[in-house]
């Protein structure tokens, strides 16, 4: 069994769905990707696995346990938010008080959330954590300001704080948006490296197709709140059944002869009936009016042939 495993997820606002019967698994010393373009219910998915869903969206499922507790409802998530399961904030500036100095920030992670009372742990520890992610001068790091560090070192002290109570489950959201080329290497290799190290199950939500290929062993493809296609990053990167995944790897910048989908992916309002993807795919059919089931990893009615 894995660290997390979730079965039939639904998040919803007061008049509609927004990511419906979503399950996966979590295991140690794994990361799961979970792709698709803005709106298709990446982020809100890993937000309810943590119980941090804004006023008005709420989340239930068929079953959910994490590291062993089995969780009925949203409210039990909070005794394990930042302890057995901890979301690494997407904005690294925004989560960074702009009035206290790094290790006041880390410090009040061990304190009220790992329960270090002693001062003198917390600090052993502080330091030890700004050198897990790859600070060579912990003592220097801690006693600066947020406006202080570059982009990447903000993202670095953030992941120091999100790991400061030892979580076994890892949630990060496009932790690579605004870092460059160089930083996005170094931070795609550290997150890897925490996984094995840690034995973390590390849930890693991005657009950028090429990252998750770089970090991820599983993959799952979400389009408009549904689940269009999952399995071995190697196997559905690398022979795409569904017509959307093969859509999105088309356009990847990173291969050198992009080719943009048509369309865009519906607003809530605006979901078609049955297959989501059918206004814009050209294998659509009559059939695909009807909701096509997850079978051998692929929900589609007409999928591609492996080559």
């Not at 052993?124 to 570059?150: K, N």
């Not at 998750?212 to 059944?241: M, Q």
Request: include cysteine; aromatic fraction near 2%; glycine fraction near 8%.
């Amino acid at each position: 069994m894995g660290l997390v495993e979730l079965e039939a997820l639904e998040v919803r606002t007061s008049d509609a769905v927004v990511v419906e019967g979503l399950s996966l698994s979590l295991e140690a010393h794994r990361i799961l990707a979970v792709v698709g373009e803005s709106g298709s219910g990446k982020t809100v998915s890993a937000l309810a696995l943590c119980g941090l869903l804004p006023g008005g969206v709420t989340a239930r499922w068929r079953a959910l346990t994490i590291a062993g507790t089995p969780i009925a409802t949203t409210a039990d998530l909070a005794p394990l938010r930042g302890r057995a399961i901890a979301a690494m904030p997407q904005d690294a500036s925004a989560a960074l008080d702009p009035l206290m100095r790094v290790g006041s920030l880390i410090d009040e992670v061990l304190e009220h959330v790992a329960g270090l009372t002693s001062e003198g742990e917390r600090a052993t520890r502080r330091r030890s954590l700004l050198i897990e992610v790859g600070f060579s001068e912990p003592s220097a790091v801690e006693r600066l300001f947020p406006h202080q560090l570059s982009g990447g070192m903000r993202q670095r002290a953030v992941l120091a704080a999100t790991l400061a109570a030892n979580p076994s489950v890892l949630l990060v959201d496009e932790p690579t948006t605004a870092l460059d080329a160089a930083l996005r290497t170094n931070a795609l290799a550290l997150f890897r490296e925490l996984a094995q190290r840690r034995g973390l199950a590390l849930l890693f939500i991005t657009h950028d197709l090429a990252a998750a290929e770089a970090i991820a062993d599983d993959v799952i493809v979400l389009y408009a709140g549904r689940v269009a296609e999952a399995g071995a990053v190697a196997k559905v990167f690398g022979a795409p059944r569904h017509p959307y995944t093969a859509g999105l790897l088309a356009a990847r910048l990173d291969r050198g002869s992009s080719k943009a989908m048509a369309g865009s992916i519906p607003a809530l309002g605006e979901r078609p009936v049955g297959c989501r993807f059918r206004p814009r795919c050209a294998r659509a059919s009559p059939a695909c009016t009807e909701q096509p089931t997850l079978s051998s990893g692929v929900a589609c009615h007409h999928p591609l042939e492996p080559s």
